[in-house]
């Protein structure tokens, strides 16, 4: 019950556990599979993961007996401005932030599809970790969407590092847009060895690149909104812009992509995405719309919380979690915050919310695509906190639900300065009409 309020004070919302789905449930789905490619190299042989087909999945529900819930007309607008609602391929649809993207453009009247290997779960099993909000399968995921709203999300199972199978998602969705989110996210995942840091390169680089080919070989007029990360530009002493700056050396002025500095293979991997995505929007005209995202906190959205068989995850494990998760699990059981080093270390964040009910995708990146040739770079987060801070926002909202939340600094297993100046721009999303909900506020 602690954990539940903790989480809430905190701007969570935990949604009750996941039953198991029943028999009686009135409605079916039916899978038809489009390909059976070649598998493609997920993991070699030291990350102790088998390698799996990859096969291009369509889901559909035949419902009966449910009722569908209408679009408002604000939402119907959203998405039919045109004759024909817009298609959106959203790749990592399974995930923490792709599968809230799904359902949410899904409810909004778009077209949606996802595009997945379904290996983020993988990742949990190989560790011994699990989500702290049980998750149930994709497929029943989709159905119970189907059910609930009458709407279908199509569902492509494969892996994107197979071109074979992304060629055939492409052709047979035709996507206007494709969200991004197929990525190997965790940093620490990728220092744990040689094998998983030549994973997450692999995975991120080539899936991306090969997302980039299927845009120009398939669906040229196809908008990409890439989610890259804040942490490609380090922890610079000066001011970091939004993706670019203008510099004058030896009497010559530029304006040049701002420096990257990444701290692990992870981010390193997105600074590769970043510059294969400006190359090519320059040689081939692609438009693209790179989304440097902050730390993303919460847990329910207006869409996952309308069943708990839609209930996305909640990570706070260090190797997943972030370190708001962690604080605020550690809190609820009685055990000290674990602070990192000094605990200086600056952070971004963005509520779940806010990335998506904010209309930021839709309004920027999906209704008004970016030009032929154009390279958008946003920062995409509302506040920033060290660690210590993130620290005593927690012990402050675990006081109001009389706990003792202690804190405890251990050494830190990152290599990373625990002490430094950090200031991001951020304020394309303000010119967006962005309104902000503020974690500072929760606590005082």
């Known amino acids: 019950m602690r954990m539940a309020h903790l989480i809430t004070n905190c701007s969570f919302s935990a949604s009750p556990a ?13 899978f ?3 390909q059976n490619s070649k598998p493609s190299n ?6 102790s993961m088998k390698q799996r087909k990859s096969y291009v999945i369509r889901a559909s529900a035949a419902v009966q007996g449910q009722t569908q819930t209408p679009l408002t007309g604000s939402q119907e607008a959203s998405a039919h401005s045109s004759s024909k609602p817009k298609k959106v391929m959203v790749i990592g649809g399974d995930g923490y932030c792709g599968w809230a993207t799904a359902l949410h453009l899904s409810n909004k009247g778009y077209e949606v599809a996802i595009v997945d290997n379904l290996v983020r779960r993988l990742y949990d099993h190989q560790l011994g970790l699990d989500s702290l909000t049980p998750i ?27 071109f074979e199978f992304l060629s055939e998602a492409f052709k047979s969705f035709e996507p206007d847009a494709a969200v991004h989110f197929g990525e190997q996210r965790s940093a620490p995942y990728s220092m ?23 845009i120009k070989e398939y669906s040229e007029e196809c908008h990409l909104v890439k989610l890259g990360t804040m942490g490609e530009y380090g922890t610079p002493n000066i001011d970091i812009e939004e993706g670019f700056i203008t510099i004058t050396h030896n009497g010559r002025t530029d304006t040049l992509p701002y420096p990257k500095q990444a701290s692990s293979f992870y981010h390193l991997s997105k600074v590769h995405d970043s510059h294969n995505i400006a190359f090519t929007c320059k040689a081939w005209g692609i438009r693209a719309t790179d989304l440097n995202q902050g730390v993303v906190y919460g847990l329910k959205t207006d869409e996952t919380a309308m069943h708990e068989e839609l209930s996305n995850r909640f990570d706070y494990d260090a190797v997943f979690g972030t370190a708001l998760n962690r604080f605020c699990v550690q809190a609820a059981v009685g055990h000290p915050l674990t ?5 200086g270390q600056v952070c971004e964040i963005i509520h779940l919310k806010f990335v998506l009910c904010n209309l930021f995708i839709i309004k920027l990146a999906i209704a008004n695509p970016a030009k032929p040739g154009e390279f958008r770079v946003f920062n995409q987060f509302t506040e920033q906190f060290s660690v210590n ?6 012990t402050a909202a675990g006081a109001k639900l009389g706990l003792d939340v202690q804190t405890k600094s251990v050494p830190n297993p990152r290599v990373e300065a625990e002490e430094h100046y950090y200031n991001a721009k951020h304020t394309k999303l303000i010119e967006l009409g962005l309104v902000p909900h503020l974690l500072s506020g929760l606590a005082t």
Do not use: M
């Not at 969407?145 to 994107?160: F, N, P, R, S």
């Not at 744990?192 to 299927?214: E, P, W």
């Open 18 to 30: 996941v039953k198991a789905p029943t028999r009686s449930t009135s409605y079916c789905c039916n």
């Open 32 to 34: 038809v599979q489009l």
């Open 42 to 47: 997920l993991f070699n042989k030291s990350c």
């Open 136 to 162: 149930t399968s994709i497929q029943n995921r989709v159905r119970r969407w189907k059910a609930l709203t009458g709407k279908t999300i199509q569902l492509y199972v494969g892996d994107i590092c197979d």
């Open 192 to 214: 744990i060895d040689r094998s998983r840091a030549v994973y997450t390169q692999h995975n991120n680089v080539i899936g991306t690149l090969n997302v980039l080919f299927a």
């Open 339 to 343: 602070v990192y080093g000094k605990g």
């Open 389 to 394: 801070e993130l620290a005593k926002l927690v």
